[in-house]
């Protein structure tokens, strides 16, 4: 194990949302180097179970695996009720993307991605921040996207998911810092990811991470703000894209980058 800090301010579980693979999965190697025990959720059992068995032998620490589809909240609440250890830190990684014609996507889809991206981190946030705020102290971690920095076509249910856990976060970071509470947002640019490289069929876009990078800047950046945009490529466009753009350039400029997705 590199540090301690995290463990110390969050100790002595931390449960990642989607930690079996990709940014999650980096989230979760990274918070166990630091000494925090797991909770790791993910629908597929083997792959959950692989990243847990291997998490475990490399950084000794203790990982419970949950295999869950974050879109059904209830069973996912009933899980993490009947654990009986604390949990001092969330990070919230999950997300579902249909991606294409907001006319071609199906209702299914469309309830699958507010599932996901809205209604699991809002009640996870509510149900986990509960105890946090008992102790006084605690840290959640959201997972947004530039693509929720302004309208997205083609990514319009997505991207309006993403805005979401960033205002959401941004409240919340206010609201509970004085109670003991750190928390982030995160909003991500393009990050090498098995999502990302399904979705994304030329070469990586300009500023595109890893997922360790995107992992560590964004635990580094845990208690020192709101937002956290890994990355100067991203920084710079999301000034641009929030800040200098008028709303209809900025829509413009998504849609050039986001018309070949299907
Ligand atoms: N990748 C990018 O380029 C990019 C860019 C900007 C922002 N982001 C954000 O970064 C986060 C990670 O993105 P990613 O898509 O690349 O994913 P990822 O980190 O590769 O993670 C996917 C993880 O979530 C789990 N997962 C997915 N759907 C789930 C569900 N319904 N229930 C339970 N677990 C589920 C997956 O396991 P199972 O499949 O086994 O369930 C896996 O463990 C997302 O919030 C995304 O919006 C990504």
Redesign the pocket.
Known sequence: MKTQPLAQKYGPYALV?????????AFAEQIADSGLNLVI????KD??NATAARIRETYGVDVIAIA????NFDAVKKQVLALKVDIGLLIY?????PIGPFAETTEEQLATAAA??VKAPLLLTKLLSTSMIERGRGGIVL?????GGQGSPNLAT?AAT?AFNTILAEGLWKELTPLGLDVLVCT????L????EQAESSKPAPGTLS?SAVASQTLAALGKGPVVVPGPVNKLGRFMMTRLLSRRAAIGIMAKNTEGLS
Not at 41 to 44: E, F, K, S, T
Not at 93 to 97: K, T, V
Not at 143 to 147: D, F, I, K
């Open positions: 949302a989607g930690g079996s693979y990709g940014l999650g999965a959720l993910a629908r597929n792959a959950l869950v589809d974050l879109a990684d999950a997300a579902y993307a996901v991206n997972m947004s996207s530039l693509a997505y993403k991500a640019g393009a990050i990811t098995p999502g990302y997922a």
